[in-house]
């Protein structure tokens, strides 16, 4: 059984920079691929990125390539999600989930655990 918490939510100004953590119980987590999801109000839950066991290979959505990098320390069971240049419309809570497959996927049906989500909210 792996979870997952999440943390780094909060407050920032369009512009801005912030940087998610989730951290992962669980010795194996290194074979995990990992991914970050997000729900805005209203709104359906959406694919934000994901990394693969190893960090060597990465996929994002469109809305968010070249601003947010996803990255991950196995050492520390942690992932990370640094995300520059906010805008409003990246308010949402930012979900962190863990594949038991290795290839990478855009799918959430295809992550097996969930954290609780921590809150982003970008002002104009």
């Known amino acids: 059984q792996v979870q997952l918490v999440e943390s780094g939510g909060g407050l920032v100004q369009a512009g801005g920079s912030l940087r998610l953590s989730c951290v992962a119980s669980?010795?194996?987590?290194?074979?995990?691929?990992m991914g970050w999801f997000r729900q805005a109000s209203g709104k359906e839950r959406e694919f934000v990125a994901a990394?693969?066991?190893?960090?060597?290979?990465?996929i994002y959505a469109d809305s968010v390539k070249g601003r947010f990098t996803i990255s991950r320390d196995n050492a520390k069971n942690t992932v990370f999600l640094q995300m520059n240049s906010l805008k409003p419309e990246d308010t949402a809570v930012y979900y962190c989930?863990?594949?038991?497959?290795?290839?990478?996927?855009?799918?959430?049906?295809?992550?097996?655990?969930w954290g609780q989500g921590t809150h982003i909210t970008v002002s104009s």
């Open positions: 989930a863990a594949d038991r497959i290795p290839s990478l996927s855009r799918l959430q049906a295809q992550y097996d655990h």
């Open positions: 669980g010795r194996i987590f290194s074979t995990y691929t």
């Open positions: 990394i693969s066991w190893s960090g060597d290979s990465t």
